[in-house]
């Protein structure tokens, strides 16, 4: 059972447009997300988190909008950059469950590529 | 500040042998967790150690374990080696401010382990 889903596999998007990347959850008891860049042959680098308080998350040109009625939660980035092209990675943990709270459930990624 | 190391990058094994995987989390972090990624199934947790204690597991078998030593390093070895077990393992620190806490992991490079 995929606790968090990221159904779109890939998405491809002109430089200096918005990419929007969508990730749903299943889980009520999830309430902190964070999403996570992948190049090949790295680890995920951290980009960007929101508490399940809170509704938007803002850093730079990067965005998290969180909707908890529908557990959906997506990325914007904004303009987008050929260098954006990665792997894109949405994780969810129950920071308030102990014994729960370090465990990060990822989706399968979303390919983001940036066309010049 | 130094990031997340892993040793070794890359590993080849037959089936039936065992492996240890090493990991030295970023300074100051206390908590390390181990994930493995495969193309079918992504990342996967597999457990975290906080002073020198497993503190979460994943649905793992139990030929997969693992240790903190009380610098914060850790290791993980993996038994009796399948074909399966062929994917990249992914070691990441954090530095579990408690339950109720945001939890970013910062990832390490990775180990890429062929079971031949």
């Known amino acids: 059972d995929q606790q968090v889903k990221q159904n779109s596999p890939s998405l491809s998007v002109q430089e200096g447009r918005i990419s929007i990347l969508n990730c749903d959850y299943t889980n009520s008891m999830f309430d902190y997300f964070l999403w996570y860049k992948k190049y090949p042959a790295e680890g995920p680098t951290f980009l960007i988190s929101i508490s399940s308080i809170k509704d938007k998350n803002e850093d730079g040109r990067f965005t998290v909008f969180l909707n908890k009625s529908a557990k959906h939660l997506s990325l914007h980035i904004v303009p987008s950059q050929p260098g954006d092209s990665a792997v894109y990675f949405c994780a969810a943990s129950a920071i308030r469950v102990a014994g729960a709270n370090s465990k990060l459930t990822f989706g399968k990624g979303i390919t983001l590529s940036v066309r010049p | 500040k130094a990031g997340v190391t892993q040793t070794p990058r890359y590993l080849i094994k037959t089936r039936g042998q065992q492996v240890t995987l090493s990991c030295s989390p970023i300074?100051?972090?206390?908590?390390v967790s181990w994930y493995q990624q495969t193309p079918g199934q992504g990342l996967q947790f597999l457990f975290e150690?906080?002073?020198?204690?497993?503190?979460n597991k994943g649905n793992f078998p139990g030929r997969f374990s693992g240790r903190q030593f009380s610098n914060s390093r850790s290791e993980m070895n993996v038994s009796t080696l399948e074909l399966g077990d062929s994917a990249l393992y992914l070691c990441?620190?954090?530095?579990?401010?408690?339950?109720?806490?945001?939890?970013?992991?910062?990832f390490g490079p990775g180990t890429r382990l062929t079971v031949l």
């Open positions: 300074s100051g972090h206390r908590s």
């Open positions: 150690y906080f002073s020198e204690t497993q503190r």
């Open positions: 990441a620190s954090s530095l579990a401010v408690g339950v109720g806490g945001s939890n970013e992991q910062f």
